[in-house]
Nanobody
Framework: QMQLEESGGGSVQSGGSLRLSCVAS????????IGWFRQAPGKEREGVSC????????HYADSVKGRFTISRDNRKKTVYLQMNSLRPEDTASYHC????????????????????WGKGTLVTVSS
């Protein structure tokens, strides 16, 4: 059974940074790809980033490329999302999800195969 729990959200000013964590309850995280998604009120869910397992290849949405960095520590069964140069438009509830493999289409991270989801952590960026 896979369970995911996000943490690290909070309120920051524009230009600030946050580091989100996604901790998995699975026996091992090696076989899973982990994606980060966000959703703001009135907007559709957006794929932010994904990191493959076990090769660790990374993917980013165009909207966050160059500002966000995804990484994983399989020993700690944790995936991180380092968010720098935050903008008000980054304000959203951020969720991590587990999948057999990342799926990227046209510069977007897809929810395909994301069968396990965390409850989310809120990120608020003020101008």
């Amino acid at each position: 059974q896979m369970q995911l729990e996000e943490s690290g959200g909070g309120s920051v000013q524009s230009g600030g940074s946050l580091r989100l964590s996604c901790v998995a309850s699975a026996f091992t995280l090696d076989y899973y790809a982990i994606g980060w998604f966000r959703q703001a009120p009135g907007k559709e869910r957006e794929g932010v980033s994904c990191i493959s397992g076990p090769d660790g290849r990374t993917h980013y949405a165009d909207s966050v490329k160059g500002r966000f960095t995804i990484s994983r520590d399989n020993r700690k069964k944790t995936v991180y999302l380092q968010m720098n140069s935050l903008r008000p438009e980054d304000t959203a509830s951020y969720h991590c999800a587990a999948t057999p493999a990342c799926m990227v289409d046209g510069g977007r991270v897809s929810t395909s195969g994301m069968n396990y989801w965390g409850k989310g952590t809120l990120v608020t960026v003020s101008s």
